[in-house]
C-alpha cells in the first residue's frame, strides 16, 4: 500500500537520525560522564548550534522531535469515509485543517477519537443485543460483527446509493438536489440493526479499505515511545529536557491514546459499502425524513436575521429541524390522484373518502387505497409542544455541542406543504410504509400520541441523524452516546486541561529571554484556565436553568444588543488568545533551541548500552 510504504520511509528517516545521536560520547571532552552531572539545570553555561559527531547535537534534536511529531499527527490521524462529491482539493483542505488540529490542539483530535470510540463501543453492545435474534429469524450464518464493524459503521462506511447506475436506479423520492448517496450514521446503523436489516459484511473486507495495518501503527508507537523513554532516562539522570521535547512528549500521549481508541478503526478508507434490498427504499424514507439532510434553510436570509447567526451561517454550524418533526401520522382514506395532488397537508379527508365496506362504490375515476396512515402536517399546537420538549432535551447538551437552529416552515398556506410534488408524496407514503412493516419504529421513535380536534388519532415521531451526506470527523448527534452533555464537556475539557498541565512542566526551563519565559508560562496556564473554566460553566448551565435559557437565546440570536455584547466581548478576547496560546507553544518549542544549556546536548550513559531504534 502506498501509505504504508510512506509511513516506512518516514520511520527509516527517524531511525537513521536517532542513531547516530544516541551513540555519541555521554559529555563532550569529558571522560567521565558524572561530571556532566555538576552542570546544573538553568546554568549559566549556554551553547548554541552544536553538532552532532560528539554529543547531542542540535540538528539530530530537531529533526528527531519533528519526524516523532509528523509521525504522532499524521499517522494516528483517522479520518471518516469522504463523499463521492469531494474534489482533490477539498479532501486535501480537510486534511491539513485536522494535521493542523493535531499539531496546536491534540486534545481535539483525542476527543474525537473518544467519542467515535464511544459510538463504536455501544453500537456493538446493541448489535450484540439484537444480532441472535436475526440470526434464529433467517436461519443463515452470518460474518462475525467485530469492533471494526463498529467503527466502520460509525464513520460513513455504509450508504444508500441511488443513480442510474444502481439496482434502485433513480431516485423517486427523495427531493431535488439531494445526493444520490446518502451514507447511514451511527444511529441509523442500530436503527438497521432493530429493523432487521444489520450488513452481513466480513472483517476481512472492512480490511482491505484500510491504508495501514497492524504492524504499521506499532512501528509509530515503538518510535514514540522511545522518545518518552528518552525523557525519562534524562529526568532519571537529572538531565534538563528541551521546550521541543516537552511539547513533542504531550503530541506522543496524546498520539498513545488516539491509538488506543483508533486501533480497530480503518485508516484512510475511501468507498463505503452500498447496502441495496426490496427494504431499501421505505426505510430510507423514513431515515431521509428524520434527519437534518431533510430540513431547509435559505442561508441569505439567516444571514441577514441576527449578528449570531451570521456568524454560525457564514461557518455553516447550525442545525436544521427535520421534516418529520413538523410532521404527524394520521389516519388515511380513500382518495384520487387529481385529489392527493391539489390538497394540502392538513390531515382533513377527502369530501369523497367512503368506508371500506363501500369500496366496492366508488365512483368513477378513483382507485382504491388501502385505508391506513399517511404524514400531515401537524397543528401548531402539537408543533409547540413538541419544541418545548426539544428545548428541555437541548439543557443537557454542552455548550460546545450546541448550534443555533433554524425552525422550517409548517404552514398550510405554504405552498412548499403541499402535495404538488410526485417526491414528497411518495416519500411520505414510503416512511408510513416503513412503520406500519416495523413496529420497532413505533416502539423506539413515537414520543407524542394524542387525539386532535377532529378526534382523530395524531402520533408524532422523534427526529434522529439517521442519514447523512457524509459524516462529518468532528463528532456531531450522529454517534451514539451513553452519558450527558456533561460528561462529554468534561471529557473535551479535562483533555484541554490536561495538554496544558504537560506545558508547565517546563516553568522553570531555560528560555532565551524573559519575555518568551512569561509568554510560555501564560499560554500553558491559560490553556489549562480555559479548560478548567467551560467544566464550571457546564455544570453551572445544568444546575441554574436560567443561565441555560438564556445561553440558549444567545445561541438563536434572540438576546438583546447589551446582552449580545455582554458575551461577545469574552468569548472573542478568550478565543483570540486561545488562537495565540496554542501556536506559540508549539513555535517555540523549536524557536528556543536556538539558545540552550550545556546539559541539554549530554545523553545519559544507558543508550550508548542498549541498541534502540
Same mark, same amino acid.
Not at 16 to 31: D, G
Not at 113 to 130: D, H, M, P
Not at 159 to 177: M, Y
Not at 505 to 521: G, I, M, S, V, Y
Given at each position: 500500500?502506498?501509505?504504508?510504504?510512506?509511513?516506512?520511509?518516514?520511520?527509516?528517516?527517524?531511525?537513521?537520525?536517532?542513531?547516530?545521536?544516541?551513540?555519541?560520547?555521554?559529555?563532550?571532552?569529558?571522560?567521565?560522564?558524572?561530571?556532566?552531572?555538576?552542570?546544573?539545570? @538553568?546554568?549559566?553555561?549556554?551553547v548554541g548550534f552544536v553538532g552532532d559527531p560528539d554529543q547531542r547535537?542540535?540538528?539530530?534534536?530537531?529533526?528527531?522531535?519533528?519526524?516523532?511529531?509528523?509521525?504522532?499527527?499524521?499517522?494516528?490521524?483517522?479520518?471518516?469515509?469522504?463523499?463521492?462529491?469531494?474534489?482533490?482539493?477539498?479532501?486535501? @483542505?480537510?486534511?491539513? &485543517?485536522?494535521?493542523?488540529?493535531?499539531?496546536?490542539?491534540?486534545?481535539?483530535?483525542?476527543?474525537?477519537?473518544?467519542?467515535?470510540?464511544?459510538?463504536?463501543?455501544?453500537?456493538?453492545?446493541?448489535?450484540?443485543?439484537?444480532?441472535?435474534?436475526?440470526?434464529?429469524?433467517? !436461519?443463515?450464518?452470518?460474518?462475525?460483527?467485530?469492533?471494526?464493524?463498529?467503527?466502520?459503521?460509525?464513520?460513513?462506511?455504509?450508504?444508500?446509493?441511488?443513480?442510474?447506475?444502481?439496482?434502485?436506479?433513480?431516485?423517486?423520492?427523495?427531493?431535488?438536489?439531494?445526493?444520490?448517496?446518502?451514507?447511514?450514521?451511527?444511529?441509523?446503523?442500530?436503527?438497521?440493526?432493530?429493523?432487521?436489516?444489520?450488513?452481513?459484511?466480513?472483517?476481512?473486507?472492512?480490511?482491505?479499505?484500510?491504508?495501514?495495518?497492524?504492524?504499521?501503527?506499532?512501528?509509530?508507537?515503538?518510535?514514540?515511545?522511545?522518545?518518552?523513554?528518552?525523557?525519562? !532516562?534524562?529526568?532519571? =539522570?537529572?538531565?534538563?529536557?528541551?521546550?521541543?521535547?516537552?511539547?513533542?512528549? =504531550?503530541?506522543?500521549?496524546?498520539?498513545?491514546?488516539?491509538?488506543?481508541?483508533?486501533?480497530?478503526?480503518?485508516?484512510?478508507?475511501?468507498?463505503?459499502?452500498?447496502?441495496?434490498?426490496?427494504?431499501?427504499?421505505?426505510?430510507? /424514507?423514513?431515515?431521509? #425524513?428524520?434527519?437534518?439532510?431533510?430540513?431547509?434553510?435559505?442561508?441569505?436570509?439567516?444571514?441577514?436575521?441576527?449578528?449570531?447567526?451570521?456568524?454560525?451561517?457564514?461557518?455553516?454550524?447550525?442545525?436544521?429541524?427535520?421534516?418529520?418533526? /413538523?410532521?404527524?401520522?394520521?389516519?388515511?382514506?380513500?382518495?384520487?390522484?387529481?385529489? %392527493?395532488?391539489?390538497?394540502?397537508?392538513?390531515?382533513?379527508?377527502?369530501?369523497?373518502?367512503?368506508?371500506?365496506?363501500? %369500496?366496492?362504490?366508488?365512483?368513477?375515476?378513483?382507485?382504491?387505497?388501502?385505508? @391506513?396512515?399517511?404524514?400531515?402536517?401537524?397543528?401548531?399546537?402539537?408543533?409547540?409542544?413538541?419544541?418545548?420538549?426539544?428545548?428541555?432535551?437541548?439543557?443537557?447538551? =454542552?455548550?460546545?455541542?450546541?448550534?443555533?437552529?433554524?425552525?422550517? %416552515?409548517?404552514?398550510?398556506?405554504?405552498?412548499?406543504?403541499k402535495l404538488t410534488d410526485k417526491s414528497k408524496r411518495r416519500r411520505?407514503?414510503?416512511? /408510513?410504509?416503513?412503520?406500519?412493516?416495523?413496529?420497532?419504529?413505533?416502539?423506539?421513535?413515537?414520543?407524542?400520541?394524542?387525539?386532535?380536534?377532529?378526534?382523530?388519532?395524531?402520533?408524532?415521531?422523534?427526529?434522529?441523524?439517521?442519514?447523512?451526506?457524509?459524516?462529518?470527523?468532528?463528532?456531531?448527534?450522529?454517534?451514539?452516546?451513553?452519558?450527558?452533555?456533561?460528561?462529554?464537556?468534561?471529557?473535551?475539557?479535562?483533555?484541554?486541561?490536561?495538554?496544558?498541565?504537560?506545558?508547565?512542566?517546563?516553568?522553570?526551563?531555560?528560555?532565551?529571554?524573559?519575555?518568551?519565559?512569561?509568554?510560555?508560562?501564560?499560554?500553558?496556564?491559560?490553556?489549562?484556565?480555559?479548560?478548567?473554566?467551560?467544566?464550571?460553566?457546564?455544570?453551572?448551565?445544568?444546575?441554574?436553568?436560567?443561565?441555560?435559557?438564556?445561553?440558549?437565546?444567545?445561541?438563536?440570536?434572540?438576546?438583546?444588543?447589551?446582552?449580545?455584547?455582554?458575551?461577545?466581548?469574552?468569548?472573542?478576547?478568550?478565543?483570540?488568545?486561545?488562537?495565540?496560546? &496554542?501556536?506559540?507553544?508549539?513555535?517555540?518549542?523549536?524557536?528556543?533551541?536556538?539558545?540552550?544549556? /550545556?546539559?541539554?546536548? #549530554?545523553?545519559?550513559?544507558? %543508550?550508548q548500552v542498549f541498541p534502540h531504534f
Open positions: 500500500m502506498a501509505a504504508d510504504a510512506l509511513l516506512l520511509q518516514t520511520y527509516i528517516i527517524i531511525i537513521i537520525t536517532t542513531l547516530q545521536p544516541s551513540f555519541a560520547a555521554p559529555v563532550a571532552n569529558t571522560s567521565d560522564f558524572n561530571a556532566g552531572l555538576s552542570v546544573p539545570r @538553568g546554568s549559566s553555561s549556554l547535537g542540535t540538528y539530530s534534536l530537531v529533526i528527531s522531535c519533528l519526524l516523532t511529531l509528523i509521525l504522532c499527527v499524521w499517522s494516528a490521524l483517522h479520518l471518516n469515509v469522504p463523499h463521492p462529491d469531494d474534489t482533490i482539493w477539498y479532501r486535501f @483542505g480537510v486534511n491539513t &485543517r485536522w494535521i493542523l488540529t493535531g499539531v496546536y490542539a491534540p486534545e481535539l483530535v483525542v476527543f474525537t477519537a473518544w467519542r467515535q470510540w464511544s459510538s463504536a463501543r455501544i453500537l456493538g453492545r446493541k448489535v450484540r443485543e439484537w444480532k441472535p435474534r436475526l440470526a434464529e429469524s433467517d !436461519g443463515t450464518s452470518r460474518n462475525k460483527w467485530t469492533m471494526a464493524h463498529n467503527f466502520y459503521a460509525s464513520t460513513g462506511g455504509f450508504a444508500f446509493e441511488f443513480g442510474e447506475s444502481s439496482r434502485h436506479g433513480k431516485h423517486t423520492f427523495l427531493p431535488a438536489g439531494c445526493p444520490n448517496r446518502l451514507t447511514i450514521t451511527a444511529r441509523g446503523m442500530a436503527f438497521l440493526d432493530h429493523c432487521g436489516h444489520l450488513p452481513d459484511v466480513s472483517e476481512a473486507d472492512i480490511e482491505d479499505k484500510s491504508k495501514a495495518n497492524n504492524l504499521a501503527k506499532a512501528l509509530v508507537i515503538i518510535q514514540a515511545s522511545w522518545l518518552l523513554i528518552q525523557v525519562i !532516562g534524562r529526568l532519571a =539522570a537529572k538531565l534538563p529536557v528541551t521546550l521541543l521535547e516537552i511539547n513533542t512528549i =504531550a503530541h506522543v500521549l496524546c498520539a498513545f491514546l488516539m491509538y488506543a481508541m483508533w486501533w480497530h478503526k480503518p485508516l484512510a478508507p475511501n468507498d463505503p459499502f452500498i447496502l441495496k434490498g426490496d427494504w431499501v427504499e421505505s426505510l430510507c /424514507a423514513f431515515l431521509f #425524513m428524520s434527519s437534518e439532510i431533510s430540513g431547509t434553510a435559505d442561508e441569505k436570509s439567516l444571514r441577514s436575521e441576527t449578528s449570531i447567526k451570521t456568524m454560525f451561517a457564514f461557518l455553516h454550524l447550525y442545525s436544521k429541524e427535520p421534516e418529520i418533526e /413538523a410532521l404527524c401520522l394520521r389516519q388515511r382514506a380513500l382518495h384520487s390522484d387529481a385529489d %392527493s395532488q391539489d390538497r394540502t397537508l392538513t390531515g382533513k379527508s377527502p369530501e369523497y373518502a367512503i368506508p371500506d365496506n363501500h %369500496s366496492h362504490e366508488l365512483p368513477s375515476g378513483l382507485y382504491q387505497k388501502q385505508v @391506513g396512515e399517511e404524514f400531515a402536517v401537524a397543528p401548531s399546537t402539537c408543533l409547540n409542544e413538541l419544541r418545548s420538549k426539544r428545548r428541555e432535551t437541548a439543557a443537557g447538551t =454542552a455548550f460546545f455541542e450546541r448550534r443555533p437552529r433554524v425552525i422550517g %416552515s409548517a404552514k398550510e398556506s405554504d405552498p412548499a406543504m411520505w407514503d414510503l416512511a /408510513a410504509t416503513a412503520i406500519r412493516d416495523y413496529p420497532c419504529i413505533t416502539e423506539n421513535f413515537l414520543i407524542y400520541s394524542h387525539q386532535d380536534h377532529q378526534e382523530e388519532r395524531c402520533s408524532h415521531f422523534s427526529p434522529e441523524e439517521l442519514l447523512v451526506a457524509r459524516v462529518q470527523n468532528w463528532p456531531w448527534d450522529d454517534l451514539l452516546r451513553d452519558v450527558g452533555g456533561l460528561v462529554v464537556g468534561l471529557v473535551l475539557w479535562l483533555a484541554n486541561f490536561g495538554y496544558g498541565a504537560i506545558h508547565t512542566a517546563a516553568w522553570n526551563d531555560h528560555f532565551p529571554t524573559a519575555t518568551e519565559k512569561w509568554l510560555w508560562r501564560s499560554s500553558a496556564v491559560y490553556i489549562g484556565f480555559c479548560g478548567g473554566l467551560w467544566i464550571i460553566l457546564n455544570y453551572v448551565a445544568q444546575a441554574y436553568r436560567p443561565l441555560n435559557e438564556f445561553w440558549e437565546k444567545w445561541m438563536d440570536g434572540k438576546g438583546r444588543t447589551w446582552q449580545n455584547i455582554l458575551i461577545g466581548i469574552p468569548v472573542v478576547i478568550c478565543g483570540a488568545s486561545l488562537l495565540f496560546a &496554542r501556536p506559540f507553544l508549539v513555535i517555540e518549542a523549536f524557536v528556543s533551541v536556538r539558545e540552550l544549556p /550545556a546539559s541539554d546536548c #549530554m545523553t545519559p550513559t544507558w %543508550s
